[in-house]
């Protein structure tokens, strides 16, 4: 029987090679690489990854990693399609609130990120299906808080 970590592995292999869409597919696919497991274990597998559903670029809902796990997903893309696949569209500040829009289905998963890195001008976050509430601390630095973001959200320059 193969290891946990190992399914792990090839769960994340798995959703960065390709566009899965459900848990059956997933199932599937880990069968071909030789795991057996059931619903409720993937399911599992999958809360622990903090793994998310995102739409592609033609709009399918796909499982999708959090950005500090994401592996190397080959591709033939042009870098601006590349850029696309982040997620980010575009901020916006008024006063001490930043609006984040994203491409639909990246808002909870970003939102995620940014509340699971600390930061001393962003207080929280509220997500939607592709927008991103900030809730910024009184008289923060715009431009902070986009330096802050650059490292969550690369192309967020």
């Known amino acids: 029987m193969k290891k946990k970590e190992d399914r792990l592995d090839a769960i994340k292999m798995i959703i960065s090679s ?4 459900s848990q059956e597919e997933m199932l599937n696919e880990l069968k071909k690489e030789g795991f057996q ?9 999958l ?17 999708v990693l959090p950005n500090d796990i994401m ?6 893309l042009n870098p601006s399609e590349m850029l696309m696949n ?13 609006v984040i829009k ?8 970003m939102a995620y990120d940014i ?9 929280g976050t509220i997500a939607g299906d592709d927008t991103i ?20 959200i690369p192309n967020i320059k």
Not at 18 to 21: M, T
Not at 71 to 76: G, H, I, L, T, V
Not at 93 to 98: C, Q
Not at 102 to 109: F, H, I, L, Q, V
């Open 71 to 76: 592996y190397k997903r080959p591709n033939d």
């Open 115 to 123: 509340d699971n890195t600390v930061s001393r001008d962003i207080l």
């Open 37 to 45: 497991l059931t619903q409720a274990t993937l399911s599992r597998d």
């Open 102 to 109: 994203t491409r639909p289905g990246y808002a909870s998963s």
């Open 86 to 98: 982040t997620g980010f569209v575009s901020i916006m500040y008024s006063g001490n609130i930043a």
């Open 18 to 21: 390709q566009e899965v869409g």
């Open 133 to 152: 509430l900030l809730i910024l601390r009184e008289r923060a630095n715009h431009d902070d808080v986009n330096e802050f973001l650059s490292r969550i």
């Open 47 to 63: 809360k622990q990854l903090k793994v998310a559903k995102a739409a592609n670029i033609n709009g399918n809902y796909v499982y």
